[in-house]
């Protein structure tokens, strides 16, 4: 059965259990008042007939005027005398009712009731019965007996239990219709998002719910569309996530299978017969350097995955940048100087920073070793300004450049703006992924600005120590 099928029954069985209550209510209360009115009728007109027979004389005519006061009034009497004998009955029907004789204990009680009609009906009983005491009057009757059924007290109930039967059918009626209603009106947007969830669940995550309802269940369509929006954005990231960890790989392999091949072959050359020992020692040299870019390879991995998984990546200490940089020029400047660049540094204010040495040192490095691999001739200078809040630590330099397309990606893991030049100069493709993700655990970001033919920059600010 489906939902809004339940909540229609649901409401038709217990509004129509309402309406049937309170209208048996109704008629048992009407009822009841009806009988307590009759009652009071009853007595009243029984206190009448005993005055009126009080009044009749004990000629020949009494039994008649008894007879026609029964068919005036309409009540059901029976006569007896002094001795509680019973003298006459109207109608005729009554003899099965009423008592051939009164004992002597009704008797006493009809007598110590004195005027006032003694009622010895009960609620189960069809009639209302009571009866009179005559003392002292001229005729021979001294006790009557009064009987009325008590349905001609219940005959204006009739009417007033069809009205009540009417408007309980319109209200049942009325209640069927408006349950349905009101049913389909609750289930709908049940319905709505069930099917909306169904469909979210099979990933169908454009799909949008539109409840217009200020209610809850309003609010649980605004839910599940922020959760399908929510979801979609995570997929979209998963997504990319699982392109570049699949990227990843296929250049982790492509990258250590270049050295590799060029070292087999490196051993291969100089394991051949009559080699020239010159011949011998540049395969060797080879074989070394291949070996480096491997290690370096690794080392740049080792820190990615440290940025990644380990808490205490770096160490900060307060430190004089100035003198890494220095230092840095003193490892560089050989290589430089093989291809006429001028290495220089520009200090404006206070160089003393809170940061890992040792990992900005390995930033300088990379930036530097890079300037220098893509700069034919020229300079590279690294400035260091003092701000408030902060060192700006830039490296410059004059040499080929940066499109446009490529700098959105410049720090994705081995990604090469030109990968056969970059693997000929000995990269790893992980260099500015490093330095990225050093300068993030700093909390600080690094931007590049370049122009092809003229030159890059790359720039990112450090702390200052506290007191100074």
């Known amino acids: 059965m489906r939902i809004h099928a339940k909540l229609a029954w649901s409401y038709n069985i217990l509004l129509i259990i309402g309406v049937i209550t309170i209208s ?3 008629i048992l209360s009407i009822r009841s008042f ?7 009728q009853f007595q009243n007109d029984a206190y009448s007939i005993q005055l009126a027979v009080s009044n009749f004389s004990g000629d020949d005519t009494f039994f008649e005027k008894v007879k026609a006061e029964a068919a005036f009034s ?13 003298m006459a009955i109207f109608p005729d029907t009554l003899i099965y009712e009423a008592s051939a004789l009164l004992d002597t204990e009704t008797r006493t009680q009809i007598r110590n009731s004195a005027h006032i009609p003694l009622l010895v009906s009960d609620k189960n009983s069809e009639k209302l019965v009571a009866y009179v005491n005559l003392p002292g ?13 008590k349905k001609k007290y219940y005959a204006a109930i009739a009417s007033i239990r069809h009205i009540i039967y009417m408007g309980m059918a319109f209200s049942i009626g009325a209640v069927l219709i408006f349950s349905f209603i009101f049913a389909r009106y ?14 979210i669940a099979a990933g169908n995550l454009d799909r949008e719910i539109n409840v217009n309802r200020k209610d809850e269940f309003g609010t649980l369509a605004t839910s599940l569309n922020k959760m399908a929006s929510k979801l979609k954005s995570d997929n979209i990231k998963l997504k990319t996530l699982n392109e570049k960890q699949n990227q990843f790989f296929a250049d982790i392999t492509h990258e250590v299978r270049n050295p590799l091949h060029a070292i087999s072959g490196a051993l291969e050359m100089m394991d051949l017969q009559n080699l020239n020992p010159d011949k011998k020692k540049q395969y060797m040299i080879v074989a070394q350097r291949q070996i480096l870019r491997v290690v370096r390879l690794f080392e740049d991995i080792k820190s990615l995955q440290r940025y990644d998984f380990d808490e205490s990546f770096i160490s900060k200490k307060v430190f ?10 003193g490892v560089n400047e050989p290589f430089a100087q093989q291809k006429n660049i001028n290495l220089g540094m520009e200090q404006t204010g206070s160089s003393i920073v809170y940061a890992d040495p040792d990992k900005i040192e390995q930033v300088l490095d990379n930036l530097i070793t890079n300037a220098i691999k893509y700069t034919n001739k020229g300079y590279i200078r690294v400035a260091c300004v003092e701000e408030e809040d902060g060192v700006v630590v ?21 990604y090469r703006t030109d990968k056969a030049r970059s693997r000929d100069k000995g990269g790893t493709g992980l ?13 600080t970001t690094i931007d590049v600005t370049s122009v092809q033919g003229k030159g890059t920059t790359f720039s990112f600010k450090l702390d200052k120590p506290e007191s100074a």
Do not use: C, W
């Not at 004089?320 to 020029?329: K, M, P, S, T």
């Not at 004059?398 to 720090?411: A, K, P, T, V």
């Open 431 to 443: 260099g500015l992924a490093v330095v990225k993700s050093i300068l993030s655990a700093h909390n």
């Open 394 to 414: 830039s490296v410059t330099d004059s040499g080929i450049g940066i499109s446009d397309e490529h700098l959105n990606r410049l720090f994705d893991r081995f």
């Open 34 to 40: 009806l009988l307590k009115e009759g009652v009071t």
């Open 74 to 86: 309409g009540y059901e009497l029976a006569v007896y005398n002094e001795d509680g004998f019973l």
């Open 186 to 199: 609750m289930a709908y947007p049940i319905l709505q998002l069930n099917e909306a969830a169904l469909d």
């Open 320 to 329: 004089n940048l100035a003198r890494v940089i220095e230092e840095n020029f």
């Open 24 to 26: 048996s209510y109704a």
């Open 137 to 149: 009057t001229e005729n021979p009757a001294r006790y009557i007996r009064i009987s009325q059924f």
